[in-house]
């Protein structure tokens, strides 16, 4: 950790222009992480832009200089440097055709253990709960100052990667950092009310579809559910309307992995995987499926239906 970063901060001394890359379908640690180094970067005097596959929900309106963020690949046009956060890989960042033949130095900033080391500088450390951990400690290798909107950034990141501090990436060391950060001004209030408080009533009818349709096939450890176009529609719900379903089906005592399927805007079927047991790997199994992610939260997006999904997971466990 201590050299790479000591790396990464001296090759920006050195240069201008910057790309800030979050991962499509953004979450709370991707633009945490993004936005406090692009604030890093903007107070030494760099040139920054900011890029995600996707439109940011409304939801992290709250974050400082969350407008920066834009869908428009110009943004990597003109940049020495680009830095992608929160991405295993290049694909699931949503800028492996853009980056195929482009000259910047790549940064890779991330937390998952299944990261291919696509950086010309890879900060990688898949023992720490999220990104925005591995953030916040690159700035204290580089005694970077980190300002109450950094704060806010970082912690937003802590708090809903490890799910309000209740599930297993839940580490003495993402403790710590989380007290250090609202020590220097992290703002829990505006954080637990712009994301945990933000379930209206239509909402959580849509939940209780899914919940309906929690099922476990006998002889196996996987309890299961899914979402379909349909049902996003009639309650006019979007992807990030039912952020946090997964998370809540590991709460579960009578199945050792919960799995969570939703067809996409595409016709695909996106899969999350959630466990809480010491010797189970979900981040295999998703692996398996194309996907990959954490040993005890993962996910996959493939072609198909959620029936042929749902058997072709049964058959591979």
């Given at each position: 950790m201590h050299t790479t970063a000591k790396q990464i901060h001296k090759h920006i001394q050195g240069a201008n222009a910057f790309a800030l890359v979050s991962h499509q379908n953004p979450d709370g640690d991707t633009l945490g992480s993004a936005l406090a180094f692009?604030?890093?970067?903007?107070?030494?005097?760099?040139?920054?832009?900011?890029?995600?596959?996707?439109?940011?929900?409304?939801?992290?309106?709250?974050?400082?200089?969350?407008?920066?963020?834009?869908?428009?690949?110009?943004?990597?046009?003109?940049?020495?440097?680009?830095?992608?956060?929160?991405?295993g890989d290049l694909r699931y960042a949503g800028v492996a055709e853009l980056l195929k033949d482009h000259s910047a130095t790549i940064i890779n900033i991330d937390h998952h253990a299944t990261n291919e080391k696509y950086g010309h500088f890879n900060l990688v450390m898949d023992k720490w709960a999220s990104a925005t951990e591995v953030v916040y400690n690159f700035f204290k290798v580089n005694n970077i100052r980190i300002t109450p909107t950094m704060a806010t950034a970082l912690l937003t990141g802590l708090i809903t990667d490890t799910e309000n501090f209740t599930n297993g990436a839940t580490s003495y060391t993402a403790l710590t950092a989380a007290g250090e950060l609202l020590r220097l001004g992290g703002n829990w209030t505006i954080i637990n009310r712009s994301l945990m408080q933000n379930k209206s009533i239509h909402l959580l009818k849509l939940w209780g579809?899914?919940?309906?349709?929690?099922?476990?096939?006998?002889?196996?450890?996987?309890?299961?559910?899914?979402?379909?176009?349909?049902?996003?529609?009639?309650?006019?719900?979007?992807?990030?309307?039912?952020?946090?379903?997964?998370?809540?089906?590991?709460?579960?005592?009578?199945?050792?992995?919960?799995?969570?399927?939703?067809?996409?805007?595409d016709g695909k079927i996106k899969g999350s995987f959630r466990t809480t047991q010491e010797d189970v790997d979900v981040a295999a199994l998703a692996k398996k499926m194309g996907g990959g992610g954490h040993k005890k939260a993962a996910g996959f997006t493939v072609e198909g239906t959620i029936e042929s999904t749902l058997n072709t997971i049964l058959t591979l466990r």
């Amino acid at each position: 950790m201590h050299t790479t970063a000591k790396q990464i901060h001296k090759h920006i001394q050195g240069a201008n222009a910057f790309a800030l890359v979050s991962h499509q379908n953004p979450d709370g640690d991707t633009l945490g992480s993004a936005l406090a180094f692009a604030e890093y970067l903007t107070s030494m005097g760099k040139s920054v832009k900011m890029y995600c596959l996707s439109p940011v929900p409304d939801k992290f309106n709250f974050l400082h200089n969350i407008e920066m963020v834009s869908t428009d690949p110009n943004v990597f046009k003109d940049v020495d440097t680009i830095t992608v956060v929160d991405c295993g890989d290049l694909r699931y960042a949503g800028v492996a055709e853009l980056l195929k033949d482009h000259s910047a130095t790549i940064i890779n900033i991330d937390h998952h253990a299944t990261n291919e080391k696509y950086g010309h500088f890879n900060l990688v450390m898949d023992k720490w709960a999220s990104a925005t951990e591995v953030v916040y400690n690159f700035f204290k290798v580089n005694n970077i100052r980190i300002t109450p909107t950094m704060a806010t950034a970082l912690l937003t990141g802590l708090i809903t990667d490890t799910e309000n501090f209740t599930n297993g990436a839940t580490s003495y060391t993402a403790l710590t950092a989380a007290g250090e950060l609202l020590r220097l001004g992290g703002n829990w209030t505006i954080i637990n009310r712009s994301l945990m408080q933000n379930k209206s009533i239509h909402l959580l009818k849509l939940w209780g579809i899914v919940l309906s349709r929690l099922n476990k096939k006998p002889d196996t450890d996987i309890a299961y559910t899914y979402l379909t176009n349909k049902d996003l529609a009639e309650h006019g719900a979007n992807d990030a309307d039912v952020e946090g379903i997964s998370n809540f089906l590991n709460k579960l005592n009578d199945a050792t992995i919960s799995l969570f399927m939703k067809e996409t805007e595409d016709g695909k079927i996106k899969g999350s995987f959630r466990t809480t047991q010491e010797d189970v790997d979900v981040a295999a199994l998703a692996k398996k499926m194309g996907g990959g992610g954490h040993k005890k939260a993962a996910g996959f997006t493939v072609e198909g239906t959620i029936e042929s999904t749902l058997n072709t997971i049964l058959t591979l466990r």
